[in-house]
């Protein structure tokens, strides 16, 4: 079973300006093959078919684990893709969509991916930054433990380039601070991944790591996270279970030699997260539709009823 | 952010066999076009794009924590497959593959989705029953609030739909129980979207139900969770969020004329729920390898460390 | 624009009994590469796309009126896929789905495309025989007439050759008078693109035919369209319009060889066709539904003030 | 069966100018999930999959019309996109590509969706805006009648919302009345699952509408096809069959509140329709070939043979 | 550039009985995300988009020669699944495909993937053992050198958990020949990748082998390779180029420590190979044609004057 | 059985500069439906499933040794897209990534196949123009000759057209050199299957070219290639192979009419080729990695070793 909270796992910052490619770029991170639902899907399915989970916990709780705070990377790259295409953060929800017949959207007929206008009022969807689908071809989920933990491992890192790059492209601090949480947790995931392949076969793989070989020390957007150990830490995300996994991820293992020293940590539960910005419902896009204001009144009613 | 917990949203029986076709028979329920990841494609993005959050708290939060709801009827479907493919529950894990030489899995390339065992090793994916991979194409979200909740409606009842067709293809206690608790759950899910279309349009939607129009008292597997009350209730599944949601669904409304009577009512958190099986390892299958006896020592040692 | 016509255009046999699996097989004529839904949808766009209709008016017309007699065509398929999916004709429709708890279609779980009954209830869909789906790959529409012409020659050559082996699957009297009706329409077109070669290049590429290389005679269920002259005859499907085809199909041209022989003719219009099969309801999998009196009731009000 | 007419259901005004990137926005009307061929491909199957047609006939009538449109839809919108991508009308087609040395087309490397040039050669084809292929994905056709309806009076509210953001993307008169036009008829449509849904279940469902909440009334090129009655017309687009849809729509249904007033009445056969404009061939893009004017005599001499 | 020649990489023995599903099992190996066309596609793309050839000449080598061996295993792979469909070699080319009226493959709309027979006349296709399509998304070509040589050691350790299930359905001894010269075949690429990785990372990923767990001496088809040590060899596929992947595969390393032990070694060229069986035609299903006797005449009347 | 050179099969010119939408048109040469990754599936797939080859060995022989040619066109597309990405030759590899926070690639979000970028380095992949993959669709191989030889020679009518549509948007010397060397050996290939055809059915189908109807001598880049006589060769491709294909091609059989005149001759073999240009890294992209150095050095002292 899973929980929600209503909070992103990383604190945002706003849109400086509107910019649907940017946006577009983003989704290579969120539907692409070495993209979030991609790390989701592995991770989930292959916790789900796990064999003798009991006897093996550790590994199994490591997985499962990690497709919670895979979830959360979902939804940090959807808000951030959001945002891109919804530009500054906006008290003021407008009201009616007014006249509409001078074509408002004129340029969005030229943006990379017109559906994300179109068709998804400027949200996320599943697809990659070329609009291709996420889909069962990014799932390896085989039941053999060891192959299963490589192809993460190598998942990971290749997810770590495509962070990269998608950062190379961004210069909103939306999507920086998007790609710079998720490059210090990726490392996480990629380091976890190798530790448990070094118990079951004694290859030092974390030495692999980083890959690619740039430290994070040179991304300004991960120092916040490696200051305060975010890079030593793996959560359970999770009320009581998957501790366990402190058998792979601690018990004396220690940081990679390129960020800041220390030991590694299990901790329980969710870091504290940031909030979640409002996305301005944008009235002549239909968005969250063309006369909101009676919406909005019989929301505040039920809202008033519900306290 | 999302939190996991080491349980099943309900508690499901072990199959007498394993009936690798009743598998893909249920795989429609998982990565069907009105399967489960469907259900939750749509409402984990269409809450992520939701405009104007705060103004529309209610109908946000109904979407918000439904979505988390999803997750765990994805991971519930995903283990009856799995079961399906394993057959009965067994303590013992085998410890060698042995001789494999003597095509010990003849009869699986004749199974009707070959490749989830020949590459999924028994496990679920996200496919439905013909072996069509989930995608995009399967997820609406608009961004107008009146359209997402029309097809989060529609979608509810074209799932019911095919749940009840599946429902009728299984014999084997585990497939059926999925069945019946997911179609006393969609039932709640398919009301609550009626009772919010309501709230805006005015329009007694929920009328329609039940669609299609056989009452719940038909399916033996439903009369435990009527007898709970569970079609009454909207879990927040939530530590503390998304009880607002209780405008609409509460607020005086009651249990639909053919269930078993009483008010709606939003319950903090979770329920219960049912323990995880354990999938057994075929070592000769390579799950959870040929060998897996050092790594269950391993993991034993690794285990108790974390203890 | 399109008119509809509420018959089919052939006269089908009622089924003898249910196969699901010869439903699938028929499916290859419908969604597959070389099926019915290829032959439709490379002709409409192409006749929509055409350029300087004006000037190439004989050929223009010779694919916007082929386009009409392939929607017949896509539902001939489709007719006969649900006929075999549904078995013999049956007057008496149920008028409830009654006890449903003991998996009445527990068969269904092994026929070869599972979701054609969990989802599509015993209906056709645009799929091929192995389930994948019809698409944009299967259209050639690039505007310059000799390499679609070429195209559309090469297309309905391979189409004759799935739609023989496809009859050569079937035992049941549905199926084979729908692949025995389209082999000869199929010739026709065949034989109608050739000619608009020819007529352009000069080359007598209808001496290709028939491929592959067997005559209709060995057909027996050919053998009444080719006695009524079919062979020898396009249509107009229009009903004053693409008349000047006859520049192409006419104009002296005789039937191929190993067919009766005679001049082909431009027809007005449609032919007599057949008429559409009742597709009995199953309440019990919940077509048209689970106790449709109701709605029959409500249906024959509706009926009697409409006249 | 099906007919065809050489004309339009609505005449188009020329357009201003070529604008490949408005015409790969009204792609999204065409392939996209809510676009044309979507209804078209969930009308067709679904009547060809309809049980117990005539007990049902008034509602089979229904869906089985508004399929002939739909199909004068995808013509329209096809004629649209080519149209954008040609260019203003032209009488005088070239009859030579003349020297192609000189990367006459260089600037097709930047449109957003290039195939449709390179392959298309500027021709519509079945893809959404962002070039990803219609498919079997976007048909939903079970057998069951409520879920059915049901689904399509979401269609064509979704569709609804499509049309009207691609119409704020387009300056062009000719992309601006295909929206315009098509916005009249899907509401037409919506209208009508409603009123077919209302019979059934006894709920108001037409209530919702508008969805989105706009009047038609705020669209110019709406207003000529209200003016003339065509919201409250639904064409049975058959010589003979269908008319007994009157029982749904009419019987004393009036139009939309929102929509010039009157009762809601069948009209037998198609509307009177428009002309298909001239698809200018241009040689030096190979269409409809490199030097035309041998192919232009040829079919000059096969016209007046067959006249 | 690629040169051919006419002969298998290995030796395959004739089918004892011809086995539909047999060879949609194999079709995994082929087209599915561990298949053959995925090891080709990764590499052959990583060696075209290869950076600084020049400078990093041995691991380009590695990559460029063990493609143009991939292309051997998809052409044998294609070869054990057309065989399958095909039974037992046969000297006898019928020469008239008889009378087709009875059904005569009525059988066939039961296996598995009926598509094979019906559009492949029994052939592969780069499709998976459900049918479903090899592309793009099985392709990682990042031009980081480490991602996609750790990427394809992944594969690699993949693709033999897949050829061990494979084999482990075979009763027929040419599939298990394919299974069993692949999975010597796939473990020296592994092998390879492995050194390479180590070269660079310093890592001793090599260790990782066998993965599965699972020693080649298992296998009986296996032996005769292991014994004339093809897993000490690879082959630089090439007339004069590649040799210097011997600074990887060779340079003192040695054999993998479960198989026969020995230095490995870069061998010049190709294996000796073995011959291509002789698919026999089928007239009946129009394999190479349905009255082939002339055609026969007409090549070897052709043969004649080319020699 | 393949071999491997390490050449193209032509010499290219360096870029003159970097042009990302130019490599995105030239994809549509390699994986759209009328690319070289088509000409080579259909080929390489019909070889591989041909009936009878003994019988049948001067039709096997020409099919058979072009899939060994069309796997140089892959090469050379692959090569002029990853080209086209990288722009000019460039002697120095930069040996260091530098500080990537400054949005290096900030234009790379805007490039019209963006993934081409984040995923692929630069490099190419098996997609069209638009993105969308290549796939089994594309492939016809059918067991029947005569089917098979007219698909073919239609593909290789409609790549031509598709070659010289992309020759048209390209400006850059590179872009323009890989089509004009197609456009000529795209012309063999068509004239090839038409003298097969021709030779089988008797129908003189050569007639039909050139189609598009434009001569070679229109295209400045074709030249070099018709005057050392191209156009008159088909090359075994094999070190001894295939020649019987010279009872096809050669045989008396002379150059088409708008060619430099001449006897058709088989060439054993390949051609000389051109040499493969060196893709220089780019450290910030991180190609071949961020810091090759060291990765470079270690390449040398294996190169020094394997010679």
Known sequence: M????????????????????????????????????STLGNYMFQSFNFRSKDKLRPFYNLVASITAEELGHVE?????????????????????GGDISGAPFEDMKDIRLAAAFLSGGG????????????NNDFVTSTGNVVVDLLHNFHLECGARLHKLRVYETMTDPTGREVCGYLLVRGSVHAHAYALA????????????????????????ECQKYLNEGSHRRLYTFSPN???????????????????PPGELVVVDGAPEGGKIHQLTGVPSAFT????????????????????
């Open 2 to 37: 899973f929980l929600r909270i209503d909070k992103l796992q990383a604190e945002l910052p706003a849109p400086k300006r509107r910019d649907p490619n940017a946006a577009a770029a983003l989704q290579e991170l969120l539907g692409g093959k070495y993209g979030e639902m």
């Open 76 to 96: 940090l790259v959807s808000n951030g893709v959001a945002m891109l295409n919804n530009g500054p953060d906006n008290d003021g929800d407008s009201v009616d």
């Open 123 to 134: 949200g996320s969807a599943p697809v990659n930054s070329n609009g291709a689908s996420w």
């Open 197 to 220: 392949l070094k118990q079951i076969t004694g290859v030092a793989i974390e030495k692999f790591l980083p890959t690619p070989n740039i430290n994070l020390d040179k991304i300004p």
């Open 241 to 259: 279970d998957y501790k366990e996994m402190s058998g792979i991820w601690g018990n004396g293992e220690m940081a990679l030699p390129g960020d």
């Open 288 to 307: 969250p539709d063309y006369a909101p204001q009676e919406m909005f009144e019989i929301a505040s009613k039920l809202y008033k009823k519900s306290r």
